[in-house]
């Protein structure tokens, strides 16, 4: 709770635990919880740009408050996915980065089936195309993704 990454947000993950400890038997807790903390990992990733002075424009290219768009050692732009990609320097990280980046905030269009075997889509299930996400291995990886975020946000 001390994390700046995770203030003002950390009354919601509370609830969302006393959700899952509390439960009536006849509730699955991971329809709730999982939207719930999926939202959260947007403004936390969001939060953890800001930062650093840096933030995501349209064409998803890392950016300054200014808008100058930041460039690797080829002079091409740093786009988000490889900016996150960078941050993480071992295999347990790299495991939790491919989590995030490859499997929740994969690229998926209306219609379109996942592009990986593990049907766990950001945008399947904010925008309610998918409608099976409500197991606690999603709610578990929600959390593994806040707990990625705390670490990275600590290691650098």
């Known amino acids: 709770s001390s994390n700046p990454i ?3 947000r950390m009354k919601i993950i509370r609830d ?7 439960h009536p038997k006849n509730v699955n807790f991971s329809n709730l919880v999982v939207p719930v903390l999926i939202s959260q990992i947007d403004g936390i990733q969001m939060e953890f740009m800001n930062q650093r ?4 424009d349209k064409k ?3 950016c300054d408050f200014e808008g100058n768009r930041k460039k690797d050692e080829h002079g091409q732009n740093i786009k988000h996915r490889q900016y996150i990609r ?3 320097s071992d295999e347990f990280l790299d495991a939790m980065n491919d989590v995030f980046l490859d499997v929740l905030f994969q690229h998926t269009e209306r219609g379109e089936d996942h592009k990986t075997s593990i049907k766990f889509s950001r945008h399947k299930i ?4 998918h409608f099976t996400y409500g ?7 929600c959390f593994m993704i806040l707990d990625f975020f705390h670490g990275l946000s600590l290691e650098n």
């Open 16 to 22: 969302c635990v006393e959700i899952i400890k509390n």
């Open 53 to 56: 002075g840096l933030k995501v």
């Open 60 to 62: 998803k290219v890392v």
């Open 135 to 141: 197991r606690k291995y999603n709610a578990i990886r």
């Open 6 to 8: 995770f203030e003002g």
């Open 86 to 88: 960078e941050l993480t």
């Open 126 to 129: 904010m925008h309610g195309e």
